[in-house]
């Protein structure tokens, strides 16, 4: 195959798909707006589910580089009421149903199974057009430029690719996570860590929630759910850090205080990260040479599927252009016709799964959840 594909994006996602394509020897370029691979956090920690995100590291070739960065016991689940009393706590069983790793550790095993120079770092992209012979030129903020005949968007959310092939964009869907971290907490913020446990937590009434999960070592990473309008956010400076996390603190008055201490003793300033998604059953007519994957193709609100999706949209992709190496339409084609109701039916499961935490029924509709269903249901 002669076409080179260019993914714009070294998410999991487009990094899965340049390492597929690699496997089946087609060559790609992923540019990336980020200036390296450590350039900011990656984000925390993942559990990569067997039909999807690890059949995607096996299409990759990097099964055994995953087990490699699984975190032991961190499949624990728990749940305390707001005064501290445990409701719900699964212990890690060991049978590794759902391994936990951290997203910047799955997105290192990535790059480093790519032939040196197939990530371009420091090249954000200012605009896509179509080009009158069937091309695409993608501008980058550098002043440079590539032409090419299939294009990918794996660049997230407010994907600069996306426009091409759809007019849909994100909406606000009315909550926020704001995200702290405590670190050294077994010997630093001990009653924090002991009310995390070994794996994941979560702390939920309806509207807010407290969810943490332990990390590699002492760290813990915890997202503050609250279901408030943006105008309500805007009120907050989280310039200031202090101010900010007591402010949001405010909220869980009354809350035991080592749930509490999650958002006004943490170590870094607070992150506010507001959850948009597109409509789910977000789908495009057939525009030759170009695609979506990832958040670009089907935001969703999180569910702990976001990433495997991505990862597994990335290895279907390559394996279909690999499929029809002489007929990019083709593999084009049949990549989209899985996509969409993929797509749509793991949309619709996530809007299910954060009524369950943050309705009128939480928290008791989520520990039935997993209860009937297991965790990764």
Do not use: C
């Not at 067997?50 to 032991?72: K, M, P, Q, S, W």
């Not at 670190?183 to 995390?196: G, I, L, M, N, W």
């Not at 749930?259 to 409509?279: H, K, Q």
């Not at 939480?362 to 990764?376: K, M, R, S, V, Y």
């Amino acid at each position: 195959m002669t076409t080179h594909v260019t993914i714009i994006g070294a998410g999991l996602g487009g990094l899965t798909l340049a390492r597929v394509l690699h496997v089946h020897g087609i060559a790609s370029t992923v540019y990336e707006a980020e200036s390296s691979p450590t350039a900011r956090t990656q984000g925390g920690m993942l559990d990569i589910h067997e039909h999807n995100g690890r059949a995607a590291l096996d299409a990759a070739g990097l099964t055994e580089e995953f087990r490699g960065i699984v975190l032991e016991g961190r499949e624990a689940t728990r749940s305390l009421a707001p005064d501290g009393t445990v409701l719900f706590d699964e212990p890690d069983d060991g049978a590794g149903t759902r391994p936990e790793a951290l997203r910047g550790e799955l997105r290192r095993i990535l790059l480093e199974s790519l032939p040196a120079g197939t990530v371009r770092w420091d090249h954000k992209v200012s605009g896509v057009r179509a080009l009158d012979d069937g091309g695409y030129e993608v501008s980058f903020a550098d002043g440079t430029s590539v032409v090419t005949n299939l294009l990918v968007g794996a660049d997230g959310a407010w994907s600069r690719v996306r426009p091409l092939l759809s007019d849909a964009t994100p909406e606000y869907v009315g909550t926020s996570y704001v995200e702290t971290y405590l670190f050294d907490a077994d010997t630093r913020h001990a009653d924090a860590a002991k009310a995390v446990g070994g794996g994941g937590m979560f702390a939920l009434v309806p509207g807010k929630g407290i969810q943490a999960h332990r990390e590699s070592g002492g760290t813990l990473h915890t997202y503050v759910a609250l279901r408030r309008p943006q105008e309500w956010f805007a009120d907050i400076d989280f310039s200031d850090s202090a101010t900010a996390a007591a402010r949001i603190a405010r909220e869980f008055d009354g809350w035991a205080p080592e749930l509490t201490a999650l958002i006004t003793d943490g170590e870094t300033a607070p992150v506010l990260r507001p959850l948009y998604t597109l409509p789910s059953e977000h789908r495009w007519d057939r525009v030759p040479g170009l695609t979506l994957l990832g958040d670009a193709a089907h935001l969703m609100v999180p569910s702990g599927e976001g990433a495997n999706l991505a990862m597994y949209d990335g290895a279907e992709l390559g394996k279909a252009i690999a499929a029809h190496p002489d007929d990019v339409e083709a593999a084009l084609t049949a990549y989209e016709r899985a996509l969409f109701p993929r797509s749509a039916a793991e949309a619709a499961d996530a809007v299910e799964l954060n009524e369950l935490m943050l309705g009128d029924n939480a928290p008791q509709g989520l520990i039935d959840f997993f209860t009937t269903h297991g965790q990764e249901g």
